[in-house]
Structure formats: structure tokens, C-alpha cells
């Protein structure tokens, strides 16, 4: 077996067993671990995203924020170049969510391009999984907010690393009326 599938395989296995208890919000209650394969397939098949790294990170970009895993535990089995991408996609949830969303716009420019990759391709499945299933607890202004605040974070800072990534956005955006 290739190296980068091994590597690949380990980091979804490694996903799979932290969010092993943990569901989406939506009706259905989807097991979380769809969303983080979910953003590694955009970032492969719809950007053209191959590099071992990135899609590693973006296995395990929930790991260290909504689960027990902690940097140095990315960092120790898969190195410190995915646990740097982690490390900048991972809010802080010591801080209030209006606190981690303002910082997610302020920090967004300064991103590597690897993390600004692997956040536009959360912020992809995210909307797409608002528009086809609101979860139970959201209202329409809740929807929409977050469709606003997302392109908020989209414009700050991440444009630039992938366009077809950004095209899909700004078709999301034009459906929300949240940009031109």
C-alpha cells in the first residue's frame, strides 16, 4: 500500500474512533464523521486537492475541538505539519461562539494555505448541509446568519487558494442573498 493511503486510512480511522459517539444536528442525526469525510472528498475531487497533508488535516479538523484529542496527540502520530493545519482550524471553545466566530474572521487572512483550503471545504459542507437539512434547534434567522457570517469569513480572508471552491460558495452565497 502506498504511503499517503496508509496515512490516509489511519487518519480517518484515528477521526472515526474520537467522534465515534458524536451526531450531526440535523433530523436525521447523521454520524459526525461524515462531515470530516465529507470535507476531505470536496477537497480531493471537487479542488483537485491531492497533497497527504491537507487531506489528513482535514480528516481530522474537528478532532482537537469537539473531542478529547489534543494537539500534541495529532502531532505525535501524524506530524507537525497537519497538527499546524488542525491547530488553525480548531476555534477555541474555552471562549463564546460569538467570540470564536469574530476571531474565525479575523484570523482568516492570515491562514496558511493549507488551512485556508481545508476551511473553505468546511464552510462548503456546512452550507450545503444547511440547505438540504436545517437542524431541529435552528430557526430561519439562525440559517441565515450563518450564511451571512459565513461569507463574512469567506471575504476576510480565504479567497484565493481555490477557485473551484469558491465558485461553489459564491453560488451559495447569490441562493442566500448574502453576497451580489
Known amino acids: 500500500m502506498e504511503p499517503a493511503i496508509a496515512t490516509l486510512l489511519e487518519a480517518a480511522d484515528f477521526a472515526a474512533v474520537k467522534h465515534k459517539d458524536q451526531r450531526r444536528k440535523d433530523k436525521c442525526q447523521t454520524p459526525y464523521i461524515n ?41 505525535a502520530k501524524f506530524g507537525e505539519k497537519v497538527s499546524s493545519i488542525v491547530r488553525e482550524c480548531s476555534d477555541d471553545k474555552t471562549l463564546a461562539k460569538a467570540e470564536r466566530k469574530r476571531l474565525q474572521i479575523v484570523h482568516a487572512p492570515h491562514a496558511s494555505r493549507e488551512a485556508k483550503l481545508v476551511k473553505l471545504a468546511d464552510k462548503l459542507y456546512n452550507l450545503r448541509d444547511l440547505e438540504q437539512s436545517t437542524p431541529e434547534c435552528w430557526d430561519a434567522q439562525r440559517v441565515q446568519e450563518y450564511f451571512s457570517w459565513s461569507a463574512d469569513v469567506v471575504d476576510a480572508g480565504l479567497r484565493g487558494v481555490s477557485e473551484p471552491m469558491e465558485k461553489e460558495l459564491n453560488g451559495i452565497f447569490r441562493r442566500r442573498d448574502v453576497r451580489p
Open 35 to 75: 462531515h470530516p469525510i465529507g470535507v476531505a472528498r470536496i477537497l480531493s475531487h471537487e479542488a483537485s486537492i491531492h497533497e497527504t497533508d491537507v487531506l489528513v488535516a482535514a480528516l481530522l479538523h474537528d478532532t482537537v475541538e469537539d473531542t478529547d484529542c489534543t494537539h500534541e496527540e495529532i502531532e
